[in-house]
């Protein structure tokens, strides 16, 4: 009986269970210009795991990962009620240190974002201003971070080159080890894929896989089959509400509400 429970708490989901989650959204509201926007948000994000946010155009799913590192406080209008725990902390609490927070919660963007320097510039562009590194602490970090994007194989001998000289898909990948060189607990993605080929959004998936036995991962997608090969947990969004969450087993197999299985069929959602 013992052996039993001792095997069972090796097994790293049982273990996952019992951790608090590393994010906790609890009755967010989101207002911009007193629309509301997102309503009653509750979501917990567990640790090493891939979070996938699905919906349709428009249902807050970009609104809901830009609250979770304070992006959205620079939108005019934005007003929110509720809260967002980070490590069991509020993220909204006085004197909190947003930059500290973005470094702990890093986010890729739908449309990679690579600045006009060379490919091992881009990787050190956040890092560098926090922390004095020598050459060699550059160069260490360079390779891991290009390494656990998947990209070091193609770049290796052209990091001086500029990063907008590679191809969409492989400026993301960079863009995922700029953002990863900051050694975030969680990486926010919002829809990274959706401009990449079939080969270049496979590249990113697998990497997901790899990373998030180190990374806590929020993923923004608008493709279903995507979420359903990378997703560990799916929550489905229609007009700034949660209609449904669970594990991807229980929203693919078992999903309990009529609009989440319409969305599922047929990416339509009558919200
Ligand atoms: N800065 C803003 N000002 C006014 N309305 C906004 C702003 N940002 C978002 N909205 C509105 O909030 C709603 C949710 O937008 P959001 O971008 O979060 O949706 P989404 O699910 O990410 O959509 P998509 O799949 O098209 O990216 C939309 O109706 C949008 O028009
Ligand atoms: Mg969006």
Redesign the pocket.
Known sequence: MIQEVNSELKDSSVVTKLEAPVLNVSGLDVF??K?N?LKDINLQVPRNQITCII??????????I?SINRINDD???YEKQGDIHFQNASIFKKNIDVASLRKNIGMVFQKPCVFPKSIAENVLFGIQHSKKLSKIEKAEIVEKQLKAAALWDEVSQRLDQRGSSLSIGQQQRLCISRTLAMEPQVILL??PTSSLDPVSSRAIEKMMLDLKEQYTIVF?T?NIQQAKRIADRVVF?CE?EIIEQGTTNEIFTKSKHPKTRSYLVDEYCDC
């Open positions: 911009i210009n629309t926007i919906g349709p155009s428009g249902s807050g799913k970009s609104t809901l830009r939108v005019l209008g919002d829809e923004v608008h969004m700034g």
